[in-house]
T-cell receptor, first 115, second 115 residues
Framework: AQSVSQHNHHVILSEAASLELGCNYS??????LFWYVQYPGQHLQLLLK??????LVKGIKGFEAEFIKSKFSFNLRKPSVQWSDTAEYFC?????????????FGQGTTLQVKP | NAGVTQTPKFRVLKTGQSMTLLCAQD?????MYWYRQDPGMGLRLIHY???????AKGEVPDGYNVSRLKKQNFLLGLESAAPSQTSVYFC??????????????FGNGTRLTVT
């Protein structure tokens, strides 16, 4: 069955540390890839997305992610985290091209940044 | 500029009761989704719709029904609520086309407790 796996469930970092959150998916066809962030008490907001082209995509707030097709991965990175990055992060994969519609989320990673 | 609106925001049900969650979007999006969010499990797709009059099963459809009679509305029904359906429910909408793709736009969620 198609699935999305986020390896890190809970990450604790100090401010200015570098961040990398893993995301792998199991689907052999065309995919669109997303990272969403959910701040405490709020709904999900888009951080960045990959549809095609340059596999290194840059999003808001200094986040970036790299799509490595051979590894079925789309890891999220940030060189220097801030206390305000404390949130839950979700990787999501849309299966198939065009209008197939099905979009699956990973289990989420809780990031806690200590000031 | 409302975006995606979910009603109600909170609800407490007794086991066996029924209810309907309403999702409305004003962005003329074709695609609409219902997810449930549970701790440690991320967002799981319940049902989705790729257009007016269409619905499809997601990852966890059992115990839920949906309808998309109008393009702007997507209803999620629980015919006989169970404690296992205690969760936060999110509606989302998007547009997937050949020349433009939008990410998901989320509602603010409905917190449902079944006792």
């Amino acid at each position: 069955a198609q699935s999305v796996s986020q390896h890190n469930h809970h990450v604790i970092l100090s401010e200015a540390a570098s961040l990398e959150l893993g995301c792998n998916y199991s689907y052999g066809g065309t995919v669109n890839l997303f990272w969403y962030v959910q701040y405490p008490g709020q709904h999900l907001q888009l951080l960045l997305k990959y549809f095609s082209g340059d596999p290194l995509v840059k999003g808001i707030k200094g986040f970036e992610a790299e799509f490595i097709k051979s590894k079925f991965s789309f890891n999220l990175r940030k060189p220097s985290v801030q206390w305000s990055d404390t949130a839950e992060y979700f990787c999501a994969v849309k299966l198939g091209s065009g209008n197939t519609g099905k979009l699956i989320f990973g289990q989420g990673t809780t990031l806690q940044v200590k000031p | 500029n409302a975006g995606v609106t979910q009603t109600p925001k909170f609800r407490v049900l007794k086991t066996g009761q029924s209810m309907t969650l309403l999702c409305a979007q004003d962005m003329n999006h074709e695609y609409m989704y219902w997810y449930r969010q549970d701790p440690g499990m991320g967002l799981r797709l319940i049902h989705y719709s790729v257009g007016e009059g269409t619905t499809a099963k997601g990852e966890v459809p059992d115990g839920y029904n949906v309808s998309r009679l109008k393009k702007q509305n997507f209803l999620l029904g629980l015919e006989s609520a169970a404690p296992s359906q205690t969760s936060v429910y999110f509606c989302a909408s998007s547009y997937w086309g050949s020349s433009y793709n939008s990410p998901l736009h989320f509602g603010n969620g409905t917190r449902l407790t079944v006792t």
